[in-house]
């Protein structure tokens, strides 16, 4: 068994139990008890008593440090479940447009898997203009005029592939790394690693907007194998942020510290006796809980944000919305908040595929935007990597009589910003129908893998043990793309 620290091989004595010892350190024990028997014969000399063992970390998510110097301190991930077109939004294809109505190739077909169509569908032309913007002429679709004003701080990767073509693996594949539920996710890896600056907020806060939640659900930003303490803290954006966080009828504040005192006392009792980082978690979880009261009512009064501020987002106070929650995002990373993540699903467009990119676009092109120049304005935009994209792209194939598209993991586009990422770059390309790619592939775990990189980590290294082996966000995948970074 190995006795070294899963995270980053140098082990804190802090956060190492007697009991945790004697499970996982078999090597040597031997010749501890050897001695034990030769001293108590009067043939070695006594081993002097023990130090009493230093109980574990109460606060796991206090802040850490990475393998080296990070280029970004907080994520914001705008993640648009249901998988945009790229074809109508990032990657303009004239030839596709020629050849609108007519049946692929068949050499592009070999060997595909659809999910829902049948492959030999007629191709679709795109719907919508596309024109260069910025210094760094950045192609983008008309229904995108926002995001095109900031089209300089972007780095627009074209060449995203992914494994999976049906929604909840996309989804949790593009989460955590694989397709498998029980994997702990991003955000939770990087809390994990990082900890946060926090002390009244999750580390990890996740939003969701949309017609429905997302197709993988919880395990989006679930801890998996980690401690729970790092798993995302769903926010509502009506009523209470976060559900059961008031006081009961006839619990007022002195009985209720009286409460937490009395459990924490209990909870560290039993930490000490055990060194179970779920009941770490149990003790951060409710003294968490105790301080959200005042400050989450504080971080979703947007009511107290300047007008211009509500009118660059399109915002509206108590009204739901994902642009409401483009700006909390902004809050939380400015209150020390590590991991944002923003799910919006309404992209999933098989058929009606006009009509609901207009929608779409109009519900979240300004927000994005405003979140690069809000971020920027207030000098946190170096520190914060903005990332934008969905689970996969579709099909150059038309679904659902002319006006639809399936499901395609062989291409799609996603932008990142910030946080250390390269600004007005456009990277890699796609063929000339926009099936698959042409040019400098960028597999999920590659995108993960620069992710963590940005954030100050060796993605190789940022390891968790679990069922007797080193898991990691990547597994046994993934590449730095260095041709990303500033």
């Known amino acids: 068994m190995n006795c070294q620290d899963h995270r980053f091989r140098h082990a804190d004595p802090a956060q190492v139990s007697r009991r945790w010892f004697l499970q996982e350190c078999g090597v040597g024990l031997g010749a501890v008890a050897l001695g034990q028997l030769l001293a108590e014969g009067g043939y070695a000399a006594p081993a002097p008593d023990p130090a009493p063992a230093p109980a574990p970390a109460a606060d796991p998510l206090a802040p850490k440090r990475p393998h080296f110097e990070p280029k970004a301190k907080n994520v914001i991930f705008l993640f ?4 945009p077109s790229h074809l109508e939004l990032f990657d303009n294809k004239p030839k596709l447009a020629e050849l609108d109505g007519t049946l ?12 829902f169509i ?3 569908s007629r191709l679709l032309g795109p719907k919508f203009r596309f024109a260069r913007h910025g210094q760094s002429g950045a192609e983008l679709s008309e229904l995108l005029p926002h995001t095109a004003s900031v089209a300089d701080e972007l780095c627009i990767v074209r060449s995203m592939v992914t494994d999976a073509f049906n929604h909840a693996p996309g ?8 397709q498998q539920f029980g994997r702990p996710s991003l955000g939770a890896w990087t809390c994990y690693g990082l900890g946060t600056e926090s002390r009244d907020l999750p580390g990890y806060v996740v939003f969701s907007s949309g017609s429905k939640g997302p197709s993988g659900g919880n395990a989006n930003w679930g801890s998996g194998f980690l401690p729970t303490v790092y798993q995302g803290v769903q926010f509502r954006t009506g ?3 976060v559900l059961y966080l008031s006081n009961p009828e006839g619990v007022d504040d002195v009985l209720q510290r009286d409460s937490l005192d009395a459990i924490s006392a209990l909870n560290r009792m039993r930490l000490d006796e055990t060194g179970d980082p779920e009941i770490a978690t149990r003790i951060n979880s409710f003294e968490m809980a105790y301080r959200m009261q005042s400050s989450a009512p504080e971080l979703m009064d947007l009511a107290s944000e300047p007008r211009h501020v509500l009118d660059l987002y399109g915002a509206e106070p108590g009204k739901p919305s994902f642009a409401n ?11 020390g908040v590590r991991f944002v993540q923003l799910f919006h699903e309404a992209w999933d467009q098989h058929g009606n595929l006009v009509n ?10 300004r927000a994005c935007a405003a979140l690069i120049t809000d971020l920027k304005q207030r000098g946190l935009l170096d520190e914060t990597l903005v990332i934008w994209g969905g689970e996969f792209g579709r099909t150059p194939m038309v679904q659902g ?10 291409a799609f586009t996603m932008w990142l910003a910030g946080g250390g990422i390269k600004p007005g770059l456009t990277y890699g390309a796609t063929d000339d129908l926009g099936f698959g790619v042409a040019e400098n592939p960028v597999h999920v775990h590659d995108l993960h893998a620069t992710i963590l990189h940005l954030l100050g980590f060796d993605h190789t290294k940022l390891t968790f043990r679990f069922q007797g082996r080193d898991f990691r966000l990547t597994d046994v995948f993934g590449r730095v793309v260095t041709d990303l970074i500033a």
Do not use: F, W
């Open 171 to 178: 989804q949790i594949l593009m989460s955590t790394g694989s």
């Open 401 to 410: 009589g002319n006006d639809g598209r399936d499901h395609h993991p062989n």
């Open 80 to 83: 648009m479940a249901g998988a």
């Open 239 to 241: 009523g209470e942020p």
């Open 104 to 115: 692929p190739p068949p050499q592009l077909l070999e060997g595909y898997r659809a999910a």
């Open 356 to 365: 609901d990119l207009k929608k779409n676009c109009q519900n979240t092109d």
């Open 325 to 335: 929650n483009a700006l909390l995002a902004r809050r939380l990373v400015e209150r």
């Open 118 to 120: 049948n492959p030999n």
